[in-house]
């Protein structure tokens, strides 16, 4: 049983379009974070959303943490194709500092020209 | 800036046979981890440590060992080879001054093919 389910596991789009991929819990997280992984290459954080609600803006990319700190959704608007990637959320469920993350198994994003 | 350093990048192993995944970061970090990524299941925690001496389990330890003597270096051994253990593994660290908000570096991988 995956602690961190992201949904759609595969998405392929044109480019332009618009899409949203989605991390949901059961649990409560002190703190969520977004990685994007290309591949050969290990993943790097695009953002961590820290209180309930907080949306946060990275050019075209838009996180949001749900209000109860249970999950969270990545939206992007005109993808192009250098967004091409395996975008990842990771929790940290509690608050002490043993910096323990656990992640979702991923989304695979295709952006096609 | 070296950051988080894995090696070896790739290995073949024999049913049975051990080895050690070595990972070093030069960051000062006090916690570092192993994970494993295989296809369709993300990164799964292997082990984790969060200072010299001290390391616990993730979600799927059986078959690995580790240890931190020191704050630099965290191998990851595999005492008996199974061609389950066959993956992609990942070592990660940060600093855990700021809580669980800080951000998490990754080595570049090394990919174990156990026949």
């Known amino acids: 049983t995956q602690l961190l389910e992201q949904s759609p596991q595969f998405l392929s789009i044109q480019e332009g379009e618009n899409l949203t991929v989605y991390c949901n819990s059961s649990?409560?997280?002190?703190?969520l974070q977004w990685y994007r992984q290309e591949p050969g290459e290990g993943p790097v954080l695009l953002v961590t959303?820290?209180?309930?609600?907080e949306v946060k803006k990275l050019k075209r990319l838009t996180f949001q943490f749900g209000d109860a700190r249970k999950d969270s959704s990545l939206h992007i608007t005109a993808a192009q194709p250098g967004d091409t990637g395996l975008y990842l959320c990771?929790?940290?469920?509690?608050?002490?500092?043993?910096?323990?993350?656990?992640f979702g198994q991923g989304t695979t994003l295709q952006v096609k020209p | 800036n070296a950051g988080v350093t894995q090696t070896p990048k790739f290995q073949v192993l024999k049913t049975g046979q051990s080895m050690t995944l070595q990972c070093a970061q030069d960051?000062?970090?006090?916690?570092m981890s192993w994970y494993r990524q295989d296809p369709g299941m993300g990164l799964r925690l292997i082990h984790y440590s969060v200072g010299a001496g001290i390391t616990d389990q993730g979600e799927v330890p059986n078959g690995y060992n580790v240890s931190r003597s020191t704050t630099e270096d965290f191998p990851l051994r595999l005492l008996s080879a199974a061609p389950s253990q066959t993956s992609v593994y990942f070592c990660a660290s940060r600093g855990i001054g700021g809580g669980n908000t800080g951000e998490l570096f990754f080595g570049e991988g090394s990919r174990l093919t156990v026949l």
């Open positions: 990771a929790g940290a469920r509690r608050s002490s500092n043993t910096g323990k993350l656990i």
């Open positions: 960051m000062n970090h006090e916690y």
């Open positions: 649990s409560v997280f002190s703190s």
């Open positions: 959303v820290v209180t309930g609600g």
